[in-house]
């Protein structure tokens, strides 16, 4: 059996191209990554592709003129399977893009808010030591206490509703699997689908 060194060398690329792209976060990398590596792998397919062996069926046939044909079906079942999980990944950005705004693929909302969490009691724990301890707090210092409260509870909130943007499964059944439009959560004909949900005050208190 001949091998393509040009073959295997496109093929080898196309992999480690593809696994490369599949390791970053936003979802629109990871659906060409898996494309590009379900490529790759194809090629590796067809190149280990060789002479049949003893023909069963065709008579006064040179083998050479005969082909393996189990790589070139398992191939065409990739392809199959390459397109069926492309569709997934598109309609996971997609969806992914009209709930936070992006394809990032972020940490987990749970994991996120317990460490949230904690980091916020610290610091909470660290600012009232401060406070109580040692002389009587100015003004300023009392205001910068107050702001670094403010602050903490800000972030809880901002997370509690990044939470709920992410676990409403309201509105039309349809509209869920494929996405919908804002307007497509009017309430009464007046409220958008922003407003049923507490907005990000992130970037405002700092």
């Known amino acids: 059996m001949t091998v393509s060194a040009s073959l295997l060398i496109t093929a080898v690329v196309l992999c480690a191209v593809g696994a490369l792209l599949m390791l970053t976060r936003p979802l629109t990398r990871i659906l060409l990554g898996a494309v590009i590596l379900s490529n790759g792998v194809n ?47 598109l309609a996971m950005a997609y969806r992914s893009h009209q709930i936070t705004g992006t394809d990032e693929v972020h940490d987990d909302l749970e994991d996120r808010r317990i460490v949230l969490r904690a980091e916020v009691f610290s610091e909470r724990a660290q600012l009232r030591e401060e406070f109580r301890s040692g002389s009587e707090p100015t003004a300023d210092e009392r205001e910068r206490y107050r702001e670094e409260r403010r602050r ?55």
Do not use: H, M
């Open 43 to 89: 090629l590796l397919i067809l190149a280990s592709t060789g002479t049949a062996g003893a023909a069963p069926l065709l008579y006064g046939v040179d083998l050479r003129r005969v082909t393996d044909p189990l790589p070139q079906a398992i191939a065409l079942t990739a392809i199959v399977i390459t397109l069926g999980t492309t569709a997934f990944l």
């Open 152 to 206: 903490l509870r800000d972030r809880l909130r901002a997370d509690r509703a990044r939470q709920a943007r992410g676990r409403d499964a309201s509105g039309d059944l349809w509209n869920d699997v494929i996405g919908a439009d804002p307007e497509d959560y009017d309430r009464d004909g007046d409220t958008k689908a922003d407003d049923r949900y507490p907005r990000d005050e992130r970037g405002t208190t700092g």
